[in-house]
């Protein structure tokens, strides 16, 4: 590889458009060399900083309710250990709330950071950590913008009846929570109510 690398060459490198670099030497972000011609030339190694610089290890942390928040932070321990025993510059960014919401603030902050390739690896607890819904569709994302997804916890533990019965449960929750408010009594009872029959599948 010459040192010197075109603009769609120097684009590839670093897995973003021509007009993104263009961009960022607008912003002093990047410089390049111009040819004689006026073509602009890009320097490897100014090229392998930058994409170092915007690297970055994420690491997700969710729980579905306000009960479970001893859970998340557990969470976030075994996230920070295991990122920091592989030697990774990380952030953690964990979520409050249903694995069928769309709209969790972090999971929103997340999708902007891959999507505009600040993200080298993005590492969970486990799979439904994302979404109980659509995570395949996330780490589709993912595999888009180069980004590595490291499982930590690979085991399932539970059956396919447990997994339907803690999805319907989870469905049911936020829809009730919707419809009576969270807070309800009448919606606090119809979810203890679901968990009993739940637990009985």
């Known amino acids: 590889m010459s040192n010197l690398l075109s603009i769609q060459e120097a ?35 100014d090229l392998l900083k930058q994409k170092s610089d915007a690297s970055l290890t994420i ?3 969710r729980v579905s ?13 075994m996230l920070e250990v295991y990122c920091t025993n592989h030697g990774w510059s990380y952030e953690i960014i964990s979520d409050l709330g249903s694995g069928v919401n769309y709209r969790k603030k972090g999971l929103i902050k997340l999708l902007k950071l891959i999507t505009t390739y600040q993200v080298e690896r993005l590492v969970l607890s486990h ?9 395949e569709l996330i780490f589709s994302l993912c595999e888009q913008f180069g980004v590595e997804v490291v499982i930590i916890n690979h085991s399932e533990n539970s059956t396919f009846e447990e997994d339907i019965a803690n ?13 009576y408010g969270s807070r309800n009594q009448e919606n606090k009872q119809i979810v203890e109510e679901l968990k009993n029959v739940a637990s009985k599948l």
Do not use: C, P
């Open 127 to 135: 799979k439904d950590g994302l979404l109980r819904f659509g995570a």
């Open 167 to 179: 999805d319907i449960l989870e469905i049911i929750t936020v829809f009730s929570a919707r419809l």
């Open 59 to 61: 690491a997700y942390a």
């Open 11 to 45: 684009a590839n490198l670093l897995g973003v458009s021509s007009n993104t670099l263009r961009r960022w030497e607008a912003e002093g972000k990047i410089t390049s060399e111009r040819t004689v011609g006026g073509h602009r030339r890009y320097q490897v190694s």
């Open 65 to 77: 309710s306000h009960d479970q928040k001893i859970d998340l932070e557990r969470q976030i321990m």
